[in-house]
């Protein structure tokens, strides 16, 4: 509880994932993926309940040896490819009924180097804020800025995506542009099922350091990740 507000911290967690199978609990240092959230949410000062929304039994069971509440098994109808992670938070509201808190946290499996300290920075930036409704967990666009970016037209000639590519502008006289890294999301609860979006009038962003805007969706990104906590372990 942070300033008189319960917090929960939501974990979604299908079972159902095609273009890495089962990438949920994959073992990232000997843990499966789906603990990483976990525990940070277990160590954060604040959150109040951490509750995983998964359909199978079998992570079901991972997620509670790992400490987290598991009050359903979550609903075919909403554990398909085209499900939405705002279905999935509605579900967990409605199944906790007069328990529902006044802030949602959303983290997921596949971004697994957000901390307890990190989703306790985020809480204090966002109640400090009493204009602010909502928080984003962002990075910053380096490589792929938009003025970098190009497209191919029909005949597979390239077209510019933006002018500044034929001009050879330097990277560092670029505007700063950031994209949803995966890595966090909060809302206060009435807004969010209000607007049905994290993305507010006032939402605040929340800019993590290179090495953490991880989001997991294909076998690279995992080996990424792998070398990238290899790395980190060795130089501390």
Not at 10 to 35: E, T, V, W, Y
Not at 120 to 130: A, H, I, S, Y
Not at 199 to 226: L, R
């Amino acid at each position: 509880m942070i300033k008189n507000k319960k917090v929960i911290a939501i974990i979604p967690a299908r079972s159902g994932s095609k273009g890495l199978k089962n990438k949920n609990i994959m073992s990232l240092d000997g843990k499966p993926l789906l603990s990483w959230p976990i525990h940070s949410s277990l160590k954060s000062k604040y959150v109040d309940r951490t509750i995983v929304s998964t359909d199978s039994e079998k992570y079901s069971q991972i997620a509670v040896k790992y400490g987290a509440e598991i009050p359903f098994i979550r609903p075919k109808e909403i554990s398909i490819d085209s499900s939405t992670s705002l279905e999935v938070i509605e579900h967990v509201i409605r199944s906790i009924g007069l328990l529902s808190p006044d802030i949602i946290i959303l983290l997921e499996p596949t971004s697994p180097f957000t901390t307890s300290s990190d989703i306790d920075d985020c809480l204090e930036k966002l109640v400090k804020n009493e204009d602010c409704t909502s928080l984003v967990g962002l990075s910053k666009s380096d490589k792929f800025h938009p003025d970098y970016s190009l497209q191919i037209d029909d005949e597979n000639y390239i077209v510019n995506y933006s002018d500044n590519i034929t001009n050879h502008i330097a990277r560092q006289k670029v505007t700063d542009i950031y994209y949803p890294d995966g890595s966090i999301y909060i809302s206060n609860v009435n807004d969010l099922i209000k607007k049905k979006t994290f993305y507010h009038d006032k939402t605040m962003g929340y800019v993590f350091p290179k090495y953490k805007n991880i989001e997991i969706d294909d076998i690279y990104d995992f080996k990424f990740v792998e070398s990238l906590l290899e790395y980190y372990y060795e130089n501390q």
